[in-house]
């Protein structure tokens, strides 16, 4: 069975594709982007396998 591990990034409107970029660099696939809990601000839902 695969495990995976999870991350929440808070994403910046004028760099979010460079910021997901990087974590796609580092093997990390987006889930979900949301607004965050103070409903400005988004932030991005991320999870890679387990090595």
């Known amino acids: 069975m695969k495990k995976?591990?999870?991350a929440t990034v808070p994403l910046i409107v004028h760099a979010t594709k460079q910021?997901?970029?990087q974590w796609g660099e580092d093997g990390?696939?987006?889930v979900q982007?949301?607004?965050g809990p103070d409903g400005g601000n988004l932030v991005a839902y991320l999870k890679?396998?387990?090595a």
């Open 19 to 21: 910021i997901l970029d």
């Open 28 to 30: 990390w696939e987006l």
């Open 48 to 50: 890679r396998e387990k």
């Open 33 to 35: 982007v949301l607004t």
């Open 4 to 6: 995976y591990e999870y």
